[in-house]
């Protein structure tokens, strides 16, 4: 069993729905990463947290450290939103990766 | 926008070249990695360094060398290239700040071994 793991593994959505992707690990952290992955291969920092919640702009992030659960949300979906969303834990100085989420965005 | 380079962006080469995949980074960061992608899988970390002359193995074995003679510089060597080695090479960079800084990610060398 993966330490990370991300569900839906992949996922469809018509333009403007809301999007959630989830994260849970069984690991000790001290901070979890989202990231985005283009089909190109480059990867992209969308947030790291601790506690709480984040947002950025159509993005919102929240972590429940003591359920070790996060979610990624994406409000008002776009088709260039489509990308692999990679959920990452920072675990006694290392960051573990889940297998990632792909996400298809169709006008 | 994260200033971290990657050359080749693809490589196909033959059984047995030696090869050496360059990453560069212009932020002054101290901490470098170097990752392992399978298509669809996880990134595994191959290698990594916190410093000039420091370089660690990551928890993916790995037949690959790296080197860390410049702070922006973290060059990975392949000796013998395998099939086996076919895969996406990623490489980044964070701050020695803290333990959990934000790592900002190359754009990645896709190599092909024949």
């Known amino acids: 069993k993966n330490e990370v793991e991300q569900s839906p593994q992949n996922l469809t959505a018509q333009e403007g729905e809301f999007i959630t992707i989830n994260c849970s690990y069984s690991v000790g952290i001290s901070a979890l990463h989202w990231l985005q992955q283009h089909p190109g291969g480059g990867i992209v920092s969308l947030f790291m947290l601790s506690s709480g919640k984040k947002k950025h702009g159509r993005l919102i992030a929240t972590i429940n450290i003591q359920e070790k659960h996060s979610s990624l949300h994406i409000t008002a979906s776009h088709p260039r939103d489509s990308a692999v969303y990679i959920c990452?834990?920072?675990?006694?100085?290392?960051?573990?990766f889940g297998t990632g989420t792909r996400l298809q965005v169709f006008p | 926008e994260a200033d971290i380079y990657q050359t080749p962006r693809y490589l196909v080469i033959g059984t047995g070249k030696k090869i050496t995949l360059e990453c560069s980074q212009t932020?002054?960061?101290?901490?470098m990695y170097w990752y392992q992608q399978d298509p669809g899988m996880e990134l595994h970390l191959i290698h990594y360094?916190?410093?000039?002359?420091?370089?660690e193995k990551g928890d993916l074995s790995s037949e690959s060398t790296v080197s860390r003679i410049r702070t922006e510089h973290f060059p990975l060597t392949l000796e013998s290239a395998r099939p086996s080695h076919t895969s996406q090479y990623l490489c980044?960079?964070?701050?020695?700040?803290?333990?959990?800084?934000?790592?900002?990610f190359g754009p990645g060398t896709r190599l092909t071994v024949l």
């Open positions: 990452a834990v920072w675990a006694t100085d290392k960051l573990i």
């Open positions: 932020m002054g960061h101290d901490k």
């Open positions: 360094s916190y410093g000039v002359n420091s370089t």
């Open positions: 980044a960079s964070s701050d020695l700040a803290g333990r959990t800084d934000t790592q900002y």
